[in-house]
């Protein structure tokens, strides 16, 4: 059975304080001390603009107006550092190789990724 992930962005338009819309896109969201933050990005919708772009990540802070979340900046040099490296961090593990080299595709026939390299010598016909 083949199941389909969904893919979609979790995307977010943001007001600034000068009322200029401009669309994020969420990377990932984290507790600390107690408090929830999110690491977005720009959404740039043009493949041109994406590969153009300097990869700027945004980290904004929730807090809630009422019943309303709203997402603010976080002021403090110290802990934008800190949350930084701890986005980082969780982006690093990621994109982590925790397997070898080399994959099994079926059988004994391998693609090793470091060399590029296929084997199938083994496949049957």
């Known amino acids: 059975m083949n199941e389909e992930m969904d893919m979609q962005a979790d995307l977010y338009t943001l007001v600034d304080e000068d009322g200029q819309e401009q669309m994020f896109e969420l990377l990932d969201s984290l507790e600390y001390e107690g408090e929830t933050y999110y690491a977005l990005t720009p959404y740039l919708e043009d493949a041109e603009a994406v590969l153009a772009d300097d ?24 802990l ?15 994109f ?3 397997e070898e080299d080399s994959i099994e595709i079926e059988g004994d026939d391998r693609v090793d990724l470091e060399n590029n390299e296929v084997d199938l010598t083994d496949l049957d016909d």
């Open 55 to 78: 990869g700027e990540v945004v980290i904004l802070k929730s807090t809630y107006e009422g019943d309303e979340e709203v997402l603010v900046s976080v002021d403090d040099d110290d």
């Open 80 to 94: 934008f550092d800190k949350l930084g490296d701890l986005f980082m961090d969780r982006f690093a593990e990621l």
């Open 96 to 98: 982590e190789d925790d």
